[in-house]
Each structure stands twice: as structure tokens, then as C-alpha cells.
């Protein structure tokens, strides 16, 4: 819990955020996990994958904007991404922060702006996969999907499995249709809102992986957690859920052996696949969501 902590602190630090970013100490970490600054080289790694039978969702980094205009361009660039996944035939998806598109500012804002996406996704085939953010955003993004799921049946949205309300967000969107990511929660949370002890959080992700497989529409679970991944085919067994009844998903660039399991043993992986500048917050939060992967990381920059 000090180490998660600690990193969640160490995200918010603009400094270190500035001289991460820009340091090139930092590029061969950027290019291990994340896909790198631009759309066609997000689009690259994402050919790269499906050629390897992987799946993936594109996720621009950034979050909180802080003007209207900054939203809107957000919205262009995911409307530019979602095209160029079209016109490549590749089956990827997008992945967004609604504070990235307004969230802060104007809800109404936001949700016109987010409902250009899903929109334009529909038309293609495609849907938009909504992280959640911090708990006081939970209420706003779960609304937000509620009613852009009524106008276009295309988006999915992600429950936090650290949260205590968690399985009544997992039973209420699964009652309506609405397709789920679960993960397990990736912001400090006080011991009120939020499980603190890892043990519990995991008691809570089998759970609820065991809600979404009985009741759950073409759930996605996220981990690298071997015990988690075993829960899921367990449970999947038990419902008789198929292998493209539901897809695991994991972040680029983490655990590529047990993404190779998957995917020789013929259930669907999707990929999340980070691209642009704006890394350093996105991949604090990944560490602290399983401090284990800072060994990990360790025996990785180590590595020739």
C-alpha cells in the first residue's frame, strides 16, 4: 500500500511529469509501453497486433482539459482515429476519459462531444470503450453512458472493481445491454468509497467477473493477474460462455507471455494501445494498479 501510494503521489508531480516526458532516458520506456506520439504510429501497433491475432483499443493520452476548445480538439482527433481504423479494416476500437472532452467544464459539452464519436463509431462498425476515472466522476460517466447507449447501443464502459459500489453499477449496466471492462482501479481512493486491501480487491474482481459472465453483455476483462485470468475461464466454463463470448484485455507492452497463452488457446485478447505525449500520468497509475509490475519494469529496462 506505501509503494501504490507513493506512485499515485509521484503521478501528480508536474516536474517530474515535464522531465519524464521530454527526458530521453525515458524513450525506451515510451517505446516498450506506449505506442508512440502519433496516430499512425498508434495504427501501426495496432496492425503489427492483428497480425499476431490481437485485438487492440487506441487510446490518445490526455485528461482534464482546461478550455472548451482543447475538448473540441480532442474530439477531432478522436473522430480522425476512429476513420483511420475504418478505412485500414482493422477491428480496433478507441478508448476515452470523458475529462478529456469536457467533463470538468460542461457536461453538456462533453456529452455532445463524446456522442460524435459514438456516433461516427456506429456508422463504422465500431463502438467507444469510456474509462472511468476517479470515484467523483463515477455518477457523470455512468449517466452519460446510460443515455448514449439508449441512442446508439455502442459504447462500453469500465467498472472499478476497488470500489465498494461496483456490483450495483455491474448489475444495473448489465440489465440494460450495456457491455463492461472490468478492471480492478488505478486512483487513491479513501477507505470508505474503496476496498485498501489488495485481498479484498481481488475477492471483489472475481465476483464480479463471475456477475458479468452470468448476466454481462460480451464482457472484457483486464488483467495481468494470472489468478484472475484463471477466475475468468472458470467462470465462463460454468456459464457456458464461449471463447468470443467475452475478450481479455491487457495493456501494450505487459505480460506479452501470458498474451501469447491467450491467444494460442483461442480466446480473444484486445490490447490497450497508448499514443501521443502525454504518457507519464497514464503509466504512474498503471504501476501503482499492480505494484508488482514495478519489478517487472525493472527486469525490463534491464533487459538488451
Known amino acids: 500500500m506505501i509503494l501504490r501510494n507513493s506512485l499515485l503521489f509521484l503521478s501528480r508531480q508536474k516536474q517530474l511529469r515535464r522531465w519524464m516526458e521530454t527526458s530521453s532516458a525515458s524513450a525506451r520506456l515510451t517505446k516498450r509501453f506506449v505506442a508512440g506520439e502519433t496516430l499512425d504510429e498508434g495504427l501501426a501497433v495496432c496492425r503489427k497486433l492483428y497480425s499476431e491475432k490481437i485485438l487492440a483499443t487506441l487510446d490518445h493520452l490526455g485528461e482534464n482539459?482546461?478550455?472548451?476548445?482543447?475538448?473540441?480538439?480532442?474530439?477531432?482527433?478522436?473522430?480522425?482515429?476512429?476513420?483511420?481504423?475504418?478505412?485500414?479494416?482493422?477491428?480496433?476500437?478507441?478508448?476515452?476519459k470523458l475529462t478529456q472532452f469536457g467533463m470538468?467544464?460542461?457536461?453538456?459539452?462533453?456529452?455532445?462531444?463524446?456522442?460524435?464519436?459514438?456516433?461516427?463509431?456506429?456508422?463504422?462498425?465500431?463502438?467507444?470503450?469510456?474509462?472511468?476515472?476517479?470515484?467523483?466522476?463515477?455518477?457523470?460517466t455512468l449517466a452519460i453512458v446510460n443515455r448514449l447507449h439508449d441512442r446508439f447501443q455502442a459504447v462500453r464502459s469500465v467498472i472499478q472493481a476497488y470500489l465498494y459500489r461496483s456490483e450495483k453499477d455491474v448489475l444495473s449496466l448489465s440489465e440494460r445491454g450495456i457491455p463492461i471492462r472490468l478492471c480492478k482501479g488505478a486512483y487513491q481512493e479513501p477507505a470508505d468509497i474503496a476496498f485498501p486491501e489488495k485481498a479484498k480487491v481481488d475477492e471483489n474482481y472475481k465476483h464480479l467477473t463471475r456477475l458479468l459472465m452470468e448476466k454481462g453483455t460480451f464482457p472484457a476483462i483486464a488483467s495481468h493477474d494470472p489468478n484472475m485470468l484463471?477466475?475468468?475461464?472458470?467462470?465462463?466454463?460454468?456459464?457456458?460462455?464461449?471463447?468470443?463470448?467475452?475478450?481479455?484485455?491487457?495493456?501494450?507492452?505487459?505480460?506479452?507471455?501470458?498474451?501469447?497463452?491467450?491467444?494460442?488457446?483461442?480466446?480473444?485478447?484486445?490490447?490497450?494501445?497508448?499514443?501521443?505525449?502525454?504518457w507519464y500520468p497514464y503509466f504512474m497509475r498503471r504501476l501503482a494498479e499492480r505494484p508488482a509490475n514495478v519489478l517487472f519494469l525493472a527486469r525490463t529496462m534491464l533487459q538488451k
Open 65 to 96: 482539459v482546461t478550455s472548451l476548445d482543447e475538448a473540441q480538439a480532442s474530439t477531432a482527433i478522436g473522430l480522425e482515429a476512429i476513420r483511420r481504423i475504418a478505412d485500414a479494416k482493422l477491428p480496433s476500437t478507441i478508448s476515452i
Open 104 to 140: 470538468d467544464l460542461s457536461a453538456s459539452a462533453c456529452e455532445a462531444n463524446v456522442a460524435r464519436l459514438v456516433e461516427t463509431a456506429k456508422s463504422r462498425g465500431s463502438y467507444v470503450e469510456i474509462d472511468m476515472e476517479g470515484s467523483e466522476y463515477v455518477d457523470r
Open 230 to 278: 484463471q477466475a475468468a475461464k472458470q467462470y465462463a466454463k460454468e456459464f457456458h460462455v464461449p471463447p468470443d463470448g467475452f475478450e481479455f484485455q491487457m495493456l501494450y507492452g505487459v505480460r506479452r507471455d501470458l498474451q501469447k497463452e491467450l491467444v494460442d488457446s483461442g480466446y480473444r485478447l484486445r490490447l490497450y494501445v497508448p499514443y501521443g505525449d502525454a
